[in-house]
């Protein structure tokens, strides 16, 4: 299989702090690890392709102080939210590329952030 | 970027009946792939598929890389009450690192 985990699955935060979310390949290395961010009855919106080793690529109008990613293994990779408003709040979802299987990607279970 | 249109938005159907769902892109694709997303939850990969005209089979659901290589479809068989969910196609978003570029996703709601 391919399984990803992510942790919290449900956060609530006041204004003002930070908060991390972790995302987990629990049966395979990825070296590569997106992040989503998901608002009700819409689309998935890629926010940054996390690699491992090196730093985050971050899509356009997405603020990489902000959304603080670290990939520091072949199985981890986090997204801090950093001074959170609510604005942030939304469901965030991170997927691992599983290498050899070119485009496929397998997605966490989310994590919903609500800030207060 | 990538264009990927997806049709219908949303579909109410008898439980026993057969849906069909495609996607168009507004370029060629190498790769096609199909997910679905029960609320709350991240989308699970459904069907993958990677050369024109292959159509692939997952229990009751069927999924083709059309000809043409610019639409998909996925057809489910006999649907069910738990085939409630969204689904979204996604293909190459044409830039580096194998990232993907989504539909807007298929609302299927089955009544029993």
């Known amino acids: 299989g391919a399984v990803v985990s992510q942790h919290p699955s449900r956060v609530i935060c006041k204004s003002g702090t930070s908060v991390k979310i972790e995302c987990r390949s629990l049966d395979f290395q990825a070296t590569t690890m997106f992040w989503y961010r998901q608002f009700p009855k819409q689309s998935l919106m890629l926010m940054a392709t996390?690699?491992?080793?090196?730093?985050?690529?971050?899509e356009q109008g997405v603020e990489k102080d902000k959304f603080l990613i670290n990939h520091a293994s072949l199985t981890l990779s986090t997204l801090t939210v950093t001074s959170a408003h609510p604005e942030d709040s939304s469901f965030y979802i991170c997927?691992?590329?599983?290498?050899?299987?070119?485009?496929?990607?397998?997605f966490g279970p989310g994590t919903r952030l609500t800030v207060t | 970027g990538q264009q990927l249109n997806q049709s219908p938005q949303s579909m109410f159907i008898q439980e026993g009946e057969d849906v069909s769902m495609n996607c168009t892109s507004s370029?060629?694709?190498?790769?096609w792939l199909w997910y679905k997303q029960d609320p709350g939850e991240g989308p699970v990969l459904l069907i993958a598929?990677?050369?024109?005209?292959e159509l692939t089979s997952n229990g009751r659901l069927t999924a083709q890389f059309g000809i043409t290589r610019k639409d998909s479809f996925l057809n489910i068989s006999a649907s069910i009450p738990s085939d409630v969910g969204i689904y979204f196609c996604?293909?190459?978003?044409?830039?580096?690192?194998?990232?993907?570029?989504f539909g807007k996703g298929t609302l299927l709601t089955v009544n029993p």
């Open positions: 996390s690699n491992e080793g090196s730093k985050a690529t971050y």
């Open positions: 598929l990677y050369k024109a005209g």
């Open positions: 370029s060629i694709f190498n790769t």
């Open positions: 996604a293909g190459p978003s044409g830039s580096s690192n194998y990232k993907l570029t």
């Open positions: 997927s691992a590329r599983r290498p050899g299987l070119a485009y496929e990607q397998y």
